[in-house]
């Protein structure tokens, strides 16, 4: 039997949390562990729960670093994040300035106040309670 990669989400320090996360960040952390164990890479979180962030503090958003990242992993694991959680997720490439060129200029989402490139992961907008219905 091969043994299971131990590629995982690490905290950025000890000011990340997860407590008070919702089902919908469990559903967001599952797939950024799977895809740790895929790329074989350790995924750091920067911003689980907060209080500064309204989708933060209701534990349905997650911030993984991009940092040292080629472009093409950036893509891919945006890409990938996208199609595996499906239409009830966002995933943006968050970014404080917009990049001139290169690969990421069409996905980036420019916020002035992110202090560095980041994905950002969380529950659509307006989309209420995660899962909608009970066994569904
Ligand atoms: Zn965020």
Not at 107 to 122: D, K, V
Request: proline content about 7%; some cysteine.
């Amino acid at each position: 039997m091969t043994s299971a990669s131990r590629h995982c989400i690490r905290l950025k320090d000890v000011t990340v949390t997860p407590a008070g996360l919702s089902p919908a960040g469990f559903r967001i952390l599952a797939a950024i562990d799977h895809l740790a164990q895929l790329f074989l890479i350790d995924m750091v979180a920067t911003s689980i729960v907060r209080a500064s962030s309204t989708v933060h503090q209701r534990g349905e958003a997650v911030d993984i670093s991009v940092r040292d990242w080629p472009e093409w992993r950036v893509m891919a694991v945006w890409t990938t994040l996208r199609s595996s959680l499906g239409t009830d997720f966002a995933v943006l490439y968050e970014v404080p300035a917009l990049p001139d060129q290169g690969i990421l200029r069409d996905i980036a989402y420019h916020n002035p106040s992110a202090t560095a490139p980041h994905l950002h992961i969380q529950l659509r907008k307006g989309f209420g309670v995660w899962p909608p219905h009970a066994n569904s």
